[in-house]
């Protein structure tokens, strides 16, 4: 039987019982029916120079209050060889979820949105934006619960093409339909760490391809044909993580 995964921002250690939040209590209670005496895992990503997960036992169960008790700490590493931060232009609700849910799932290190030309934003003011990053990061978290990771990974703010330059790496690669070059002329190449930035739903501009090229970035295709946003970058990830991580 399968044992449900929490992610859970706060201190955690063997011995412990721990009052679980409302939002985890809903889910316990109202959609998974679990009850005192069920195991539950639970991983924070907090622990210094390790990585893993905890077991614990549901010792309370109401459908308000629920409390845990930590049985034991298990090391499990699930994260990848190669550290690869994804740029991606801010595509509609729905794929841009898509996107974060999956590339999380292939085991990316990092996610920045970026807004461009194309980017399907609407009015993105403060209060919007701020709505978008709790939903981004509430799919980011249950991604990695059900992926079997151990870390939080966190979905950054979304930032202007320009602030690229602040995230360096030992290469940068630029989705680009009318690249010459392809990802299997670099497999013999080892990087630790990967900068990929795709465009949103009807591209990148040529303005903001030529910064990117001029910034560092190499263009690449994926085949003769175009892919939608959301499938690009799950491809990239695949064959990156093929090439150079753990997807063998």
Known sequence: MRVSRFFIDTPLCQGQHLTLPPNLINYIVNVLRLKTDDTIVLFN??????????????????????????????????????????????????????????????????????????????KLNAKRQQKKMQHWQGIANSACEQSGRTVQIIINEP?????????????????????????????????????????????????????????????????????RTETAGLAILSILQYLWGDLA
């Open 45 to 122: 990503g907090q622990q210094t120079g390790k990585t893993g997960e905890f077991t614990a036992v549901l010792t309370e169960v109401t459908k308000r209050h629920a409390v845990a008790y930590i049985e034991n700490f298990t090391e499990k590493n699930t994260e990848p060889r190669i550290n690869i931060h994804l740029f991606q232009g801010i595509s509609r609700s729905e794929k841009m979820d898509f996107t974060i849910q999956k590339a999380i799932e292939l085991g990316v290190s990092e996610i920045t949105p970026v807004l461009t030309q194309r980017s399907n934003t609407g």
């Open 159 to 227: 930032i202007q093409l320009e602030k690229m330059n602040l995230f360096d790496a030992e290469i940068k690669l630029l989705l680009s339909p009318d690249a010459h070059s392809k990802l299997s002329e670099q497999s013999d190449l080892l990087p630790k760490t990967v900068n990929l930035f795709i465009g949103p739903e009807g591209g990148l501009n040529n303005e903001e391809i030529n910064w990117a090229c001029n910034n560092g970035y190499q263009k690449i295709r994926l085949g003769p044909r175009i892919l």
